[in-house]
């Protein structure tokens, strides 16, 4: 799997380089700026890219319009971005084009390294990733909401592990209960929510975000 990195900290730079190489990845460049990952993302077209939010030169979100600007270039362009905070906006900016293929991680979750790879793997596919943290905020924010009021706390629960990309299935067994018990809470929180029901896990998800954007 080919990928870029684009990180201005040597140390982690050098760390995920590591990580992605032992893990069967074909690093096809790393940089630490802004400018040279759009350069790098529009010339190689990787399979994913790994990006930090704040690059240089402003350290604001460089990283993110970065990518942002590739995927219009390069639509579907696989990127997790890496952030060092809970950042709301930025997460509601990356799944704006609602295309897929977008993971949004705190940088601590890449000590986890099995996961992290497997997360990476996923986005590549296509997948949706969010940070636990990210979807909690997010999901706290629209917490006055008449309609996500409605839900109950197993409903709540279910949402959230939604919103992380996690099949039915998956959170069957996170949960502790049947395959049958979670389609049933998904029902039920798509008619509260108003939300187009679909058996397509990345639509689902998105669909799930852009309600708890809004």
């Given at each position: 799997?080919?990928?870029?990195i684009?990180e201005?900290?040597?140390?982690?730079?050098e760390g995920l380089?590591?990580?992605?190489?032992?893990n069967g990845?074909?690093?096809?460049?790393?940089?630490?700026?802004?400018?040279?990952?759009?350069r790098a993302?529009t010339?190689?077209?990787?399979d994913?890219?790994?990006v930090?939010?704040?690059l240089p030169?402003?350290?604001?979100?460089?990283g993110?319009?970065?990518?942002?600007?590739?995927r219009?270039?390069?639509?579907?362009?696989?990127v997790?971005v890496?952030?060092?905070y809970?950042?709301?906006?930025?997460?509601?900016?990356?799944?704006?084009?609602?295309?897929?293929?977008?993971?949004?991680?705190?940088?601590?979750?890449?000590m986890v390294?099995?996961?992290f790879v497997?997360?990476?793997?996923?986005?590549?596919?296509?997948g949706?990733?969010?940070?636990?943290d990210?979807?909690?905020?997010?999901?706290?924010?629209?917490?006055?909401?008449?309609?996500?009021r409605?839900?109950?706390p197993?409903?709540?629960?279910?949402l959230?592990?939604?919103a992380?990309?996690?099949?039915?299935?998956?959170?069957?067994?996170?949960?502790?209960?049947?395959e049958?018990?979670?389609?049933?809470?998904?029902?039920?929180?798509?008619?509260?929510?108003?939300?187009?029901?679909?058996?397509?896990?990345?639509?689902?998800?998105?669909?799930?975000l852009a309600?708890?954007?809004?």
């Open positions: 799997m080919r990928i870029v684009a201005d900290l040597a140390l982690l730079r380089i590591r990580i992605f190489q032992a990845f074909e690093v096809l460049e790393a940089v630490d700026n802004g400018p040279s990952l759009l993302l010339a190689h077209r990787p994913i890219a790994i930090d939010v704040r030169p402003t350290f604001t979100d460089e993110l319009r970065a990518v942002i600007e590739a219009e270039e390069v639509p579907g362009l696989p997790m890496l952030s060092q809970v950042e709301q906006f930025y997460a509601r900016e990356l799944m704006a084009d609602r295309a897929g293929a977008v993971g949004y991680l705190l940088k601590d979750r890449v390294v099995d996961q497997a997360d990476v793997r996923k986005v590549a596919a296509g949706t990733v969010m940070d636990p990210v979807v909690s905020a997010l999901v706290t924010r629209r917490s006055a909401d008449p309609d996500l409605t839900l109950s197993r409903e709540q629960e279910v959230s592990l939604m992380q990309g996690r099949s039915n299935a998956a959170i069957a067994a996170r949960m502790f209960v049947t049958k018990t979670v389609s049933k809470h998904t029902f039920s929180i798509f008619t509260k929510l108003h939300l187009e029901q679909s058996d397509d896990d990345n639509r689902r998800v998105l669909a799930v309600y708890l954007e809004g």
